[in-house]
Antibody, heavy 118, light 109 residues
Framework: QVQLQESGPGLVKPSETLSLTCTVS????????WSWLRQPPGKGLEWIGY???????NYNPSLKSRVTISVDTSKNQFSLKLSSVTAADTAVYYC????????????WGQGTLVTVSS | EIVLTQSPGTLSLSPGERATLSCRAS???????LAWYQQKRGQAPRLLIY???SRATGIPDRFSGSGSGTDFTLTISRLEPEDFAVYYC??????????FGQGTKLEIK
């Protein structure tokens, strides 16, 4: 059974960079696509971007200028960096496995709340 | 960008009743690229349906999906107490590649 676990600071100051890591267990990170998504409190889901184990990435155009997703296959982890954050970036951040070609998310982490506040 | 509009926003039903949730796309999408998720309070979304009509592993057969083009439906044949949650549809498209509907809240009447 594939399991994903997000980790990182729960509080980030405005204008700083949000950094999260997702650790994958139960399967190798190789040969799959991995994504970050977020959900502001009380609102819907937004896709942030994905990375293939080889390092190929694709980002949501609305966030592309501020997002970097990277992968560390030796640790079975992938990471998210979101720069110049504002209060609008306050959300629960999820990592998920993406089934490529048909584009759905079959395994999800439990999510981690990141609050942007001074 | 393909916009997904879900209706109704809130659906109030009783256990044992049938639930019909709608997802309408702003332009035609392949049925292969339409999925449904269930999200309970404080939990991550759970994949229910992919390819518009295929149930994910472990999903009970009271959940079914249908539709094509711009109109898709999630049906729950007989509601169980654990089915009351928020449901999202999601599509795989061009840019941005993945978008979600705003959700339908299924609440106990």
């Amino acid at each position: 059974q594939v399991q994903l676990q997000e980790s990182g600071p729960g509080l980030v100051k405005p204008s700083e960079t949000l950094s999260l890591t997702c650790t994958v267990s139960g399967d190798s990170i190789n040969n799959y696509y991995w994504s970050w998504l977020r959900q502001p409190p009380g609102k819907g889901l937004e896709w942030i971007g994905y990375i293939y184990y080889s390092g190929t990435t694709n980002y949501n155009p609305s966030l592309k200028s501020r997002v970097t997703i990277s992968v560390d296959t030796s640790k079975n982890q992938f990471s998210l960096k979101l720069s110049s954050v504002t209060a609008a970036d306050t959300a629960v951040y999820y990592c998920a496995r993406l089934v490529s070609g048909v584009g759905y998310f079959d395994y999800w982490g439990q999510g981690t709340l990141v609050t942007v506040s001074s | 960008e393909i916009v997904l509009t879900q209706s109704p926003g809130t659906l109030s039903l009783s256990p044992g009743e049938r639930a019909t949730l709608s997802c309408r796309a702003s332009q035609s999408i392949s049925s292969s690229y339409l999925a449904w998720y269930q999200q309970k309070r404080g939990q991550a979304p759970r994949l229910l349906i992919y390819g518009a009509s295929s149930r994910a592993t472990g999903i009970p057969d009271r959940f079914s999906g249908s539709g094509s083009g711009t109109d898709f439906t999630l049906t729950i044949s007989r509601l169980e107490p654990e089915d009351f949650a928020v449901y999202y549809c999601q599509q795989y498209g061009s840019s941005p590649k993945y978008t979600f509907g705003q959700g339908t809240k299924l609440e106990i009447k």
